[in-house]
């Protein structure tokens, strides 16, 4: 009886390490995938405080039963943005634009040009600019 105890006894010390080492690898994976997701979060954040940007003006060129919009826009934040990761809104419906400017970044400070072609309507309506990292302005235009 003595041998077998001592073989059962064995058996659970060896199966409590494994456990224990597995368990021990999971926990410290988790941590870190933590810290990483905590970092992140922060470096978002900050961007999103350091980011700002201004439509200038919103201009629409007329042609018989549609416009183009053309909007001028100044980055009043210290973060450099992309240009061709903006989401340009029109009376709430996304809407795809075309830019001149061979650079894509946009540095603090600059103004910038974006035109928004083929749209309908007339009236008052209004217009939305979305950063890369969700900061927004509004305007507004009439036809």
Known sequence: MGFEVSVVVAIFFISAVIVGTFSYTTLTTSSEIASD???EQYQMQ??????????????ADVFNETHDLTVTMKNTGSET????????L???SLKEYTFSDTAVTWVPEETR???????????????????????????????
């Open 90 to 92: 029109i009376d709430g």
């Open 46 to 59: 900050n961007k999103r405080l350091n980011t700002g940007i201004e439509i200038e003006d919103s201009i």
């Open 113 to 143: 040009n974006l035109t928004v072609s083929g749209l309908e309507g007339t009236g008052s309506h209004r217009v939305k600019i979305v950063t890369e990292n969700g900061i927004a302005d509004y305007g507004t235009y009439v036809v």
């Open 81 to 88: 943005l992309s240009f061709d990761e903006l989401n340009v």
């Open 37 to 39: 997701a905590s970092a």
